[in-house]
């Protein structure tokens, strides 16, 4: 599997999140002034990999909500959770979804981005 490895950036301070950074993009001198400003009011997101129903990217802090049948959500559909990296063996290692019932593997299909943990939900 080749997936590409890119962040989006949301600057504290200017309330502002900026997306399109690669690895190849901040090694290059274009970024430079990004790199040198990596500061306490930076927060790094990495792209899951994946995309929602309607092909938006979903990146690390989108909240995301279900339409469909999950193993997390067999009862009350839709449903909402917020992408997060875990690194514990016990909840599972790489990108889930955090919900009310806890964490859980993004095994959704039809799932949809409707906002993210510094916007708020778009609706």
Do not use: H
């Amino acid at each position: 599997m080749n997936r590409k490895i890119k962040f989006r950036v949301y600057d504290t301070e200017k309330k502002k999140l900026s997306y399109g950074f690669s690895i190849q993009s901040l090694a290059e001198e274009t970024v430079q002034d990004v790199i040198e400003s990596w500061v306490d009011n930076l927060v790094w997101q990495q792209y899951t990999g994946l995309k929602d129903k309607n092909g938006v990217e979903i990146y690390e802090g989108d909240i995301l909500k279900t339409y469909g049948e999950c193993t997390w959500n067999e009862t009350v559909t839709p449903a909402e959770g917020t992408v997060v990296w875990s690194d514990e063996p016990d909840d599972g290692i790489g990108f889930l979804i955090k919900t009310k019932w806890g964490l859980w593997d993004f095994d959704c299909l039809d799932i949809q981005v409707i906002g993210n943990i510094f916007e708020g939900v778009d609706k």
